[in-house]
C-alpha cells in the first residue's frame, strides 16, 4: 500500500512504492485515489441525507406538537361544554320533578273539586314516570322506529 500524500493540485508530494523520481501516479494510485474522492462524495450525499432527514423529523415533530395541542385544545373545550350541559341537565331534571310535584297537586285539588262540585273538571294527566327526557344517557326512541328518511323529511316541512 502506497502512503504517499497528494498536494492541492493532485499530483503526489512524496511516497514510498518504490517511484523515488516522484512525480507520476501509477495505474493503481490513480484507481486508489478515484476510489477514495469516490467514497468522500458518496459520504457527504450520506450525510446530506441524513441531515435532510433529520430536519424533515424535526419539522414533523413540531407539526405533531402544535396538532396534540390544538387537539387538547379542542378536548378541553368539549370536556367544559359537557360540565355545562351536564350542570344544566341536572337542573331541568330538578326543574321537571318540582313541576311534575307541582302538576300532581293541582290535578289533586281539581279532583276533590270535581268531586265536590259535580262539575267536570279537564284533568291535565301527569307526565308518565317513564318520560324518557328525564332518563339521562338513553336515547328516547330506538333507532329502527324512526327512519331517518321521515325524520329529515318532517324536519324540512318547517
Known amino acids: 500500500m502506497s502512503s504517499s500524500s497528494l498536494s492541492p493540485g493532485g499530483g503526489r508530494l512524496s511516497g514510498s512504492d518504490g517511484d523515488s523520481a516522484g512525480g507520476t501516479f ?7 485515489e478515484k476510489r477514495r474522492l469516490s467514497n468522500r462524495e458518496s459520504a457527504r450525499r450520506s450525510r446530506l441525507r441524513k441531515q435532510q432527514h433529520l430536519d424533515e423529523l424535526v419539522q414533523e415533530v413540531a407539526r405533531l406538537k ?6 387538547l385544545g379542542r378536548a378541553n373545550d368539549i370536556a367544559g361544554q ?13 326543574r321537571a320533578a318540582e313541576l311534575g310535584d307541582r302538576l300532581r297537586s293541582v290535578n289533586q285539588v281539581l279532583r276533590v ?3 265536590f262540585s259535580g262539575v267536570a273538571m279537564d284533568i291535565q294527566e301527569e307526565c308518565p314516570p317513564d ?25 324540512l316541512q318547517y
Request: avoid cysteine; proline fraction near 9%; aromatic fraction near 6%.
Open 131 to 155: 318520560d324518557p327526557l328525564l332518563r339521562p344517557w338513553q336515547i328516547p326512541y330506538p333507532a329502527t322506529a324512526m327512519p331517518i328518511a321521515a325524520t329529515a323529511t318532517h324536519m
Open 82 to 94: 359537557y360540565v355545562r350541559v351536564d350542570q344544566e341537565n341536572t337542573v331541568l331534571r330538578a
Open 113 to 115: 273539586v270535581e268531586e
Open 66 to 71: 402544535a396538532e396534540n395541542a390544538r387537539v
Open 26 to 32: 501509477t495505474a493503481g494510485d490513480n484507481r486508489r
